[in-house]
């Protein structure tokens, strides 16, 4: 099967709702690509969540900065790039969140990547030159596992 790709690239502005722009194009992409409107689901909530960490935390929501998704279609996988400009905090771990209820005093974090964890078949969290790069893959035909595959090692191996 040839790899074949297709990319959609995309920048959109460090503010509140601009996530949409991107849920929207990733979902037309992946029902092109014929994914069930469940996974579809997944990957609109797991882009949300990514393009917002990255607004909030890499971007500081700094009026001059954007957050860049890419998205790269081949023959058996979607590969979604969301990238921030780096003025904030450097790329997390991803870990269990570190509270799942919402208990007075005790503190919350990590749900957003701990979700996306679950949502996505491979995450891979870096520090890039200037900025933060999540990297999610969703496949066409594979069963998605109970935990998604975390790595520092590049994802897919595509040519680009």
């Known amino acids: 099967m040839s790899q ?5 690239d995309l ?11 991107a849920m929207d194009a990733a979902g037309a ?7 069930s409107e469940s996974r579809i689901d997944d990957l609109r909530t797991a882009l949300a969540e990514a393009c917002l960490n990255a607004m909030e935390h890499g971007n500081r929501f700094a009026r001059d900065t954007q957050v860049g998704v890419l998205l790269t279609v081949a023959d058996d996988h979607l590969e979604v790039d969301v990238i921030d400009e780096g003025r904030g905090e450097t790329a997390p771990h991803i870990t269990e969140p570190l509270s799942l209820g919402h208990q007075p005093g005790v503190a919350h974090g990590n749900m957003g990547m701990f979700l996306i964890t ?12 200037h ?9 066409l ?6 935990l998604a595959k ?11």
Do not use: C
């Not at 992409?29 to 994914?35: D, E, H, I, P, Q």
């Not at 900025?131 to 496949?139: C, E, H, L, S």
């Not at 035909?141 to 109970?146: G, L, M, N, T, V």
């Open 11 to 21: 920048r959109i502005p460090s503010d509140y709702g601009y996530e949409k722009v």
């Open 4 to 8: 074949t790709q297709r990319t959609v």
């Open 29 to 35: 992409v992946a029902r092109r690509m014929g994914f």
């Open 131 to 139: 900025g933060n790069m999540v990297r999610m893959g969703i496949y």
């Open 118 to 129: 679950q949502l996505m078949d491979e995450v891979e969290v870096s520090h890039q030159a």
């Open 150 to 160: 975390v790595s520092s090692q590049p994802l897919f191996h595509s040519a680009r």
């Open 141 to 146: 035909e594979q069963p998605k596992p109970s």
